[in-house]
């Protein structure tokens, strides 16, 4: 079974709204990472939080993690068309990937 | 962040014919590299987990004389598909693991798309 699952699988919404999506996983991690993957292209890191951290900005991007639900979530501010890609999350020690989440971000 | 590459990027073969697809690590040490293969509009499939020094764990379902792999070196894994067949077309990923003081992080190669006549 995936160790990430994503939701939504998918989320289309306007240019400048803020889009969200939540990760949930099922083993003890030390870390938790974002991944973004354009269509037919590799992944791109985003970012990492740690198992000790609750809160990581990185740019347009915020990401919690709660570790006593074992979940996490992306939040992506003042989206752009250029940010239509798939999000996936992983744990680290287990790299199996759950479906992501689509976003579609319309102009 | 670290760079991991693969190559080819792109391969088209014949059916039966084996190719081999490389992921280096370029400024790190990997110690745990990670084979994955997506179909279109497909997440990521761990295929195989590779250790350095030893033989690559496989998930299940996938076929480990069919897809081999051999990590020779701290920065080098490759990912052989024997006697490929069309259903083999895919999108291969690589990636590798950079184990920091703190943390372990993935960083993942271009990918290379494979396509079986």
């Known amino acids: 079974s995936q160790q990430g699952e994503e939701d939504p699988q998918a989320l289309s919404i306007q240019e400048g709204e803020n889009a969200t999506m939540n990760c949930s996983y099922k083993?003890?991690?030390?870390?938790l990472q974002w991944y973004r993957q354009n269509s037919g292209r590799g992944l791109v890191h985003l970012i990492l939080?740690?198992?000790?951290?609750r809160e990581k900005h990185s740019g347009r991007l915020r990401v919690t993690l709660d570790t006593s639900k074992k979940s996490s979530s992306l939040l992506i501010t003042a989206s752009r068309a250029a940010d239509t890609a798939s999000y996936f999350c992983a744990t680290d020690g287990d790299m199996r990937f759950g479906a992501g989440t689509r976003l579609t971000v319309k102009p | 962040g670290a760079v991991v590459s693969q190559h080819p990027s792109r391969v088209i073969c014949k059916s039966g014919t084996s190719v081999k697809i490389e992921c280096r690590s370029l400024?790190?040490?990997?110690?745990?590299m990670f084979w994955y293969r997506q179909f279109p509009k497909q997440s990521l499939m761990l295929m195989a987990t590779s250790n350095e020094g030893s033989k690559a764990t496989y998930e299940q379902g996938v076929e480990k004389d069919k897809f081999l792999i051999n990590h020779a070196s701290l920065t080098l894994s490759t990912l052989t598909v024997t006697s490929a067949h069309p259903e083999d077309s895919s999108f291969y990923i690589c990636?590798?693991?950079?184990?920091?003081?703190?943390?372990?992080?993935?960083?993942f190669g271009p990918g290379t798309r494979l396509t079986v006549l």
């Open positions: 083993t003890s991690i030390n870390n």
């Open positions: 990636s590798a693991s950079q184990t920091g003081v703190f943390y372990n992080e993935q960083f």
């Open positions: 939080i740690r198992s000790n951290e």
């Open positions: 400024d790190f040490q990997a110690t745990t």
